[in-house]
């Protein structure tokens, strides 16, 4: 992995949220069918590409996506709850792997299947106002 892609920090501003609170991330790096692939099993959002680094920027454009977009529809801390996080206040907390492990089909399959690696990475969540 080069050092680019160790510190990928993303970052955004979205409509609604008028703060936001860093979480750290476990992303999934893999190979599937010749593409490269991080996922982030707590998110369920993935990003594609031919390197690692362009499926790391196809992540964070599908991230910002689904924050956007969830946001717009009111729904991102009810999503988060179904994932499995706590959500108290200031505080979010993802699910753990063995907890994802056993709900999370695509994960599953992954750390199953698959050769991956792990990179942790600190992303920010807006705290709706």
């Not at 993802?94 to 698959?114: M, V």
Request: glycine residues 6%.
């Amino acid at each position: 992995m080069d050092r680019a892609s160790k510190n990928v920090h993303f970052e955004g501003k979205w409509e609604g949220a008028n703060k936001q609170v860093e979480v750290k991330l476990s992303l999934i790096i893999f190979e599937d069918s010749g593409s490269q692939v991080v996922y982030c099993p707590a998110l369920d959002v993935y990003g594609y590409g031919v390197t690692e680094k362009e499926a790391l920027d196809s992540f964070k454009v599908c991230l910002g996506e689904f924050l956007k977009y969830t946001l717009n529809k009111g729904t991102l801390h009810s999503e988060m709850a179904k994932m499995g996080w706590t959500i108290r206040k200031k505080k979010f907390t993802p699910p753990l792997f063995s907890k994802l492990l056993k709900i999370n089909e695509d994960f599953s399959d992954i750390f199953n299947n698959h050769n991956f690696k792990k990179i942790d990475q600190n992303i920010n969540i807006p705290i709706l106002a």
